[in-house]
């Protein structure tokens, strides 16, 4: 039996209907994200947003670009694009918005992440 996921709600459902996505992603952050689905192949993909332990503070946040969403996983959908996360990863996401910054410096994406007490000098990683 196949325990994933395929067909993406349009929000998070809870028993009073559609909740509150668990995270947003800027116009920046969107537009990288499937630039980089399309460079790759990957139409159809899922972006996973997952938090796991790494960096100074203890918690990093993991993405990827998968199939399909695991058995239990929140999936919603922004902008044409569908994400999904575990109910862990989302207890610490809830309310975060994340966003694409390039510079001269560097290029990549900034969680702007409520729940967090502390972050590292480099911003990779939080503490919750």
């Given at each position: 039996?196949?325990?994933?996921?395929?067909?993406?709600?349009?929000?998070?459902?809870?028993?009073s209907g559609p909740a509150a996505p668990v995270l947003t992603l800027t116009a920046s952050a969107i537009a990288?994200?499937?630039?980089?689905?399309?460079?790759?192949?990957?139409?159809?993909?899922?972006?996973?947003?997952?938090?796991?332990?790494?960096?100074?503070?203890?918690?990093?946040?993991?993405?990827?670009?998968?199939?399909?969403?695991?058995?239990?996983?929140?999936?919603?959908?922004?902008?044409?694009?569908?994400?999904?996360?575990?109910?862990?990863?989302?207890?610490?996401?809830?309310?975060?918005?994340?966003?694409?910054?390039?510079?001269?410096?560097?290029?990549?994406?900034?969680f702007d992440i409520p729940k967090a007490t502390s972050t590292c000098g480099c911003g990779s990683s939080f503490?919750?």
């Amino acid at each position: 039996m196949d325990s994933s996921v395929q067909a993406p709600q349009t929000a998070p459902q809870t028993a009073s209907g559609p909740a509150a996505p668990v995270l947003t992603l800027t116009a920046s952050a969107i537009a990288q994200i499937q630039q980089v689905m399309r460079e790759q192949g990957l139409s159809g993909h899922f972006l996973a947003v997952r938090v796991v332990p790494g960096g100074c503070s203890g918690l990093s946040q993991h993405l990827d670009l998968v199939k399909e969403a695991k058995a239990g996983d929140q999936v919603w959908q922004q902008d044409g694009l569908t994400l999904c996360t575990d109910a862990l990863s989302a207890s610490y996401l809830q309310g975060t918005v994340m966003d694409y910054v390039k510079n001269e410096v560097m290029a990549g994406f900034k969680f702007d992440i409520p729940k967090a007490t502390s972050t590292c000098g480099c911003g990779s990683s939080f503490s919750a």
